[in-house]
T-cell receptor
Framework: RKEVEQDPGPFNVPEGATVAFNCTYS??????FFWYRQDCRKEPKLLMS???SGNEDGRFTAQLNRASQYISLLIRDSKLSDSATYLC???????????FGGGTRLMVKP | SQTIHQWPATLVQPVGSPLSLECTVE??????LYWYRQAAGRGLQLLFY??????ISSEVPQNLSASRPQDRQFILSSKKLLLSDSGFYLC?????????FGSGTRLTVV
């Protein structure tokens, strides 16, 4: 079983739609969680950290469920520019290593 | 500034040829540095990480090696490239909220 699992997609949604991605992780001792965004042929960039209480940044909402070991990302009012691959990332409990999921591809259509 | 410089941006090399990819970082001294590879349509695979000069840990056995001759310099090398070495190579440094990535080198082995 992969340490971090994501549905690879693609998720094809119209502009203005709300879309949600889930991610599951296997190591119950994982401490920190993040969502990264990766545009085609570019490096990943931090989108947002995920806090236990859930957090929101504009149209983006991230939530963590430690009991079920999953993380979610909700995007409201999708824009064309949101088209990208979204990577779920988990920090191992030992050291500061990050483990990346395979990514979920989102395509927002006009 | 926590800038990361990677070069070259793209590289085409024949099978059996050597490889040297360089990554230099600016900002805080003694950063934790990482080399990742992303094969086409795949997730990020951690290859090496370094917590200091001449301190290298390998995550995956392969025909690649890494060196850190200076605090802000991290080099990925191979004596003889294989076709399977093709991919997008990313250098990253640890920062407060996860990792910052360089712009990557896209390597095609032919």
């Amino acid at each position: 079983r992969k340490e971090v699992e994501q549905d690879p997609g693609p998720f094809n949604v119209p502009e203005g739609a709300t879309v949600a991605f889930n991610c599951t992780y296997s190591n119950s001792a994982s401490q920190s969680f993040f969502w990264y965004r990766q545009d085609c042929r570019k490096e990943p960039k931090l989108l947002m950290s995920v806090y236990s209480s859930g957090n929101e940044d504009g149209r983006f909402t991230a939530q963590l469920n430690r009991a079920s070991q999953y993380i979610s990302l909700l995007i409201r009012d999708s824009k064309l520019s949101d088209s990208a691959t979204y990577l779920c990332v988990v920090r191992r409990n030992a050291g500061n290593m990050l483990t990346f999921g395979g990514g979920t591809r989102l395509m927002v259509k006009p | 500034s926590q800038t990361i410089h990677q070069w070259p941006a793209t590289l085409v090399q024949p099978v059996g040829s050597p490889l040297s990819l360089e990554c230099t970082v600016e900002g805080t001294s003694n950063p934790n540095l990482y080399w990742y590879r992303q094969a086409a349509g795949r997730g990020l695979q951690l290859l090496f990480y370094s917590i200091g000069i001449d301190q290298i840990s390998s995550e995956v056995p392969q025909n690649l090696s890494a060196s850190r001759p200076q605090d802000r310099q991290f080099i990925l090398s191979s004596k003889k490239l294989l076709l399977s070495d093709s991919g997008f190579y990313l250098c990253a440094r640890q920062d407060l909220y996860g990792y910052t990535f360089g712009s990557g080198t896209r390597l095609t082995v032919v």
